[in-house]
């Protein structure tokens, strides 16, 4: 009877159902929701260079290292010394597990030239000798590599058919978690066309080439009594093992922060509110070629390390030196950072590595620089179709994984510049994506190309509707104000000639203000010395008035002196006594 597995070890999150042994791979326990079944055989079937057996050789290891479960492999086409020679490019020390007791290596060498049908063929032979080794570690794992090697001198089909069904019921009754690799068939998923049908789990492998880049992807088939992921995910064998991609390892539950970063542009930070954009965001930066877009994204790296915070700028079109070369002549030494630590550039070539590489290599630096900021640069080179849809997935689960982790993200990507050319149109469809998004354009007019940005969009903050022109300078991207002329906006030559045009005229205006202000002093000049003349005039009427006034109040004074002098003497004469009359004669 198969073992239950304890909540212990059960994984976070699993489905209630069969129990569920985790793998350790990266992806594939989310897409299984828990693991394989436990006690219960899967099959791994794919062609040659698929990753079979580094599949299964981890699921192992895993295994014993992170869940404490031992684990046999039994191999029939390679020795144990190969396969731990294998398995130590990936990290994993096979010989160290071995000496612990955690892992057995058993190798059986199955040559068909050396087979001789001399009775009926079973394999009891190898059920004891696998039972063996399951018992002196106490395994609860069990790999089988590969299933056709087994069978291989068997020319019957119904012993053939009849021992895989004995050796899958035989795995089931010894309560082992096994995996079984098996070659993919012309017609089935596997050569003998059985093992799908009695195996309770069934992973495809695949290896294609699409564009002469290559790339493995993974889907689980069927997986009796569990729920699980049934479309196809590309997945890698990295340097630490193999990552599997899928599109929903990463549910929307990432913490959304109120604290706004700077782009690097202050002029945009004032687009943005004045404040900039949310940490932990995501910026896309699209427009033509040489509209500045790489320019923008050295800024976003060169004000996260002013911050002190570490920052990646993965640029895909030029080299380190290149790019530290042509931000000097905008003022921005990238270098100064390189040097403190606080700045990796990454360049690459795009078609060094297909897409699932470039994710994983991107996770690889991301969780081990820790930056607060990532810039890529650009995106759409990533890629020579417009309508990848494997791009859009790539993006979607770096977008994920950068937010979950709480680090800004700007990313270019190139438009077309065309006539008529549709205004929000992206050579990658990944704008929807995006929490906010900024085109970048060149406006051709009066003999001259100008550069401007726009807000298209950004989630949760107001931000600018306006076009704004924008210049470089000696410390950078500087946006210019906007200048409005009647209902039209003006920049470039027509802005300065404009700007010169009313210069002039302010400056005639101003001559004309000071030559009347001069006129009018000199009129008020005039009108004071005509004033002062009149007062002098008045001045000296009134003294002349004055004169006569005085003039005729003496002679009135006189006339009235005289006057009482008269009076006076009259009145003295009759208070004299009166003369005797003189007598009359005869």
């Not at 004891?128 to 790999?143: E, P, T």
């Not at 309770?200 to 088939?221: F, M």
């Not at 002039?504 to 003349?533: F, M, P, T, V, Y």
């Amino acid at each position: 009877m198969a073992p239950t597995r304890t909540k212990k070890n059960a994984p976070t999150g699993a489905p209630s159902g069969i129990s569920k042994s985790p793998t350790g791979i990266s992806g594939l326990d989310e897409i299984t929701e828990g693991g394989l079944p436990t006690g219960r055989p899967t099959l791994v079937c794919g062609a040659a260079g698929c990753g079979k057996t580094m599949l299964a050789a981890e699921f192992l290891v895993k295994g014993a290292t992170q869940f404490g479960e031992p684990g046999v492999f039994m191999m029939f086409e390679e020795s144990a010394d190969e396969l731990a020679a294998n398995m130590r490019s990936l990290g994993f020390d096979i010989d160290a597990l071995q000496r612990q007791r955690k892992l057995a290596l058993d190798f059986v060498r199955v040559e068909r030239s050396e087979i001789e049908e001399t009775g009926e063929y079973d394999l009891e032979g190898l059920f004891i000798r696998l039972g063996y080794a399951i018992d002196s570690i106490g395994a609860k794992r069990v790999v089988l590599d590969t299933v056709e090697a087994l069978f291989a001198g068997v020319p019957n089909h119904a012993i053939l058919r009849s021992e895989l069904r004995r050796l899958f019921r035989w795995l089931k009754d010894k309560g082992v978690t096994a995996i079984i690799t098996a070659e993919r068939g012309e017609s089935a998923f596997t050569r003998y066309g059985l093992e799908e049908y009695v195996a309770d789990c069934v992973i495809l492998l695949d290896h294609r080439i699409v564009d002469q880049v290559s790339t493995r992807r993974l889907r689980v088939v069927k997986y009796r009594g569990s729920a699980h992921g049934t479309n196809e995910y590309p997945f890698l064998i990295g340097r630490s093992g193999i990552v599997v991609l899928p599109i929903t390892s990463l549910a929307l539950r990432h913490q959304a922060s109120s604290q706004r970063v700077s782009t690097g542009t202050p002029g945009l930070d004032e687009m943005f509110g004045g404040t900039g954009i949310f940490r932990g965001s995501s910026l896309l930066v699209s427009g033509a070629p040489g509209t500045g877009k790489s320019s923008i994204a050295a800024g976003f790296a060169n004000a996260a390390c002013t911050r002190g915070e570490r920052a990646i700028l993965f640029a895909y079109e030029e080299s380190e030196q290149q790019l530290l070369r042509n931000m000097q002549s905008i003022g921005m030494d990238l270098s100064r950072w390189v040097k403190k630590g606080l700045l990796k550039i990454e360049s690459t070539r795009p078609t060094l590595m297909g897409l699932e590489q470039h994710l994983v290599h991107t996770y690889d630096l991301v969780r081990g620089f820790a930056p607060g900021v990532v810039a890529i640069d650009p995106i759409s080179s990533l890629t020579s179709q417009g309508d990848d849809t494997g791009l859009s997935l790539t993006l979607m689960r770096l977008i994920d994984f950068l937010k979950t982790e709480g680090i800004t993200a700007l990313f270019t990507t190139l438009t077309a510049d065309l006539p008529g050319a549709p205004l929000a149109a992206s050579q990658v469809g990944v704008s929807s994506l995006m929490d906010s998004w900024i085109m970048l354009a060149n406006v051709a007019g009066n003999g001259e190309r100008t550069r401007t940005v726009q807000v298209l969009k950004s989630r949760g903050m107001p931000h600018s509707n306006q076009v704004r022109e924008f210049v470089f300078s000696n410390h950078g991207v500087d946006l210019v104000d906007v200048y409005l002329f009647g209902d039209q906006v003006l920049t470039g030559t027509a802005r300065i000639a404009h700007e010169a045009q009313v210069t002039a005229a302010n400056d005639l205006r101003g001559r004309d203000h000071e030559r009347r202000l001069r006129d009018l002093a000199n009129r008020r000049k005039a009108l004071d010395a005509q004033i002062a003349a009149l007062n002098a005039e008045a001045l000296e009427r009134a003294g002349e008035v004055e004169f006569a006034i005085e003039r005729e109040k003496m002679e009135a004074r006189g006339v009235q002196e005289r006057a009482r002098s008269i009076a006076a003497r009259r009145g003295s004469n009759g208070s004299r006594p009166a003369s005797k009359p003189a007598a009359r004669k005869g």
